[in-house]
C-alpha cells in the first residue's frame, strides 16, 4: 500500500464487507460508538484502533481517524 494513501474507518469498514452493527459487534462496541468514530466526532483509544486493524485486516498507519 502507498504509504501516503489513508482510508477512512467507514472506508476501511465497508472494504471489510462488514455493516456498522457487525464491525461494533466484532469489536465490542455500540454502533453509535462506532457512528460517532466514522463521523469525526470522537476518536478511538489506540487498544481499539489495533483491534479495527484486525477486523478490518488493514495497517493502522493508514488509517485517517479525521478529516
Given at each position: 500500500?502507498?504509504?501516503?494513501?489513508?482510508?477512512?474507518?467507514?472506508?476501511?469498514?465497508?472494504?471489510?464487507?462488514?455493516?456498522?452493527?457487525?464491525?461494533?459487534?466484532?469489536?465490542?462496541?455500540?454502533?453509535?460508538?462506532?457512528?460517532?468514530?466514522?463521523?469525526?466526532?470522537?476518536?478511538?483509544?489506540?487498544?481499539?484502533?489495533?483491534?479495527?486493524?484486525?477486523?478490518?485486516?488493514?495497517?493502522?498507519?493508514?488509517?485517517?481517524?479525521t478529516?
Open positions: 500500500m502507498d504509504h501516503n494513501v489513508k482510508i477512512s474507518l467507514r472506508a476501511a469498514r465497508i472494504n471489510a464487507g462488514l455493516n456498522q452493527k457487525e464491525a461494533a459487534d466484532l469489536l465490542l462496541i455500540g454502533t453509535s460508538t462506532l457512528q460517532g468514530y466514522e463521523s469525526g466526532r470522537r476518536i478511538p483509544r489506540w487498544d481499539l484502533i489495533q483491534k479495527m486493524q484486525e477486523v478490518y485486516s488493514i495497517d493502522c498507519r493508514y488509517l485517517k481517524l478529516d
